[in-house]
């Protein structure tokens, strides 16, 4: 198998990995805090720690495939998958912290944190982690995906409806986790659901573009130089 045709596999697969772990885990989360349900908890931790490895992985799959195109873009792109990440990674961190909260496992912890935590502790680790989804799966994602779109744009390597849709998800993304940040939405308010639908249809057509098609000549001329 050439190369160039591996790295499509590796990416597109790498994009897929990264779907199926963020909705898991979302949904792992939100029925562990509902139910107090450490088992959850867990589950949803497991998965993020997949999802951040895979994120690092793919951004270094495509920094191998698309550097000759675009060195600076690539680099940057790959830098920013691996702050996206290491983000994710410190996300987990609060989660951690509820489930020894909520398991009682907290050493020398007084004996009635231990039994009923305080739900004031519980609310501050919870929005803790959406803090941190707000920033490494909201605003990084929609820069890193408009280095990307324009790296895509630039190369050839793939149809150009992928880097167009590319940029818009990034633009209303990266507007939509500001209007958050700033307190003009909520994350769970409807238009920010609409606004993060274009970038996941994104990834979704990239992806299975990359695995079905792979990327166009232009790509394997450039790695040749």
Known sequence: MPRIRALALWAGSLYLVTHVTSVAAAFAYAGGIAESSVGLLRTGIALELILAIACVANGTVLLAALRPSG???????????????????????????????LSGAIPGADIAIATSPDPTIVASLVGMHAASFLVGQGLVIGVNTLVLSWLLWRSRAVVRGIPVLGAVGATLVLVSDLAQLFGFMDQTNVLAGLAAAPIFAFELWFAGYLLFVGFRPSVERAQLG
């Open 71 to 101: 060195p600076a873009a690539a680099y940057t792109f790959a830098g920013l998958r691996t702050l996206e990440g290491a983000i994710i990674g410190a996300g987990i961190l609060p989660i951690l912290a509820l489930v020894s909260v």
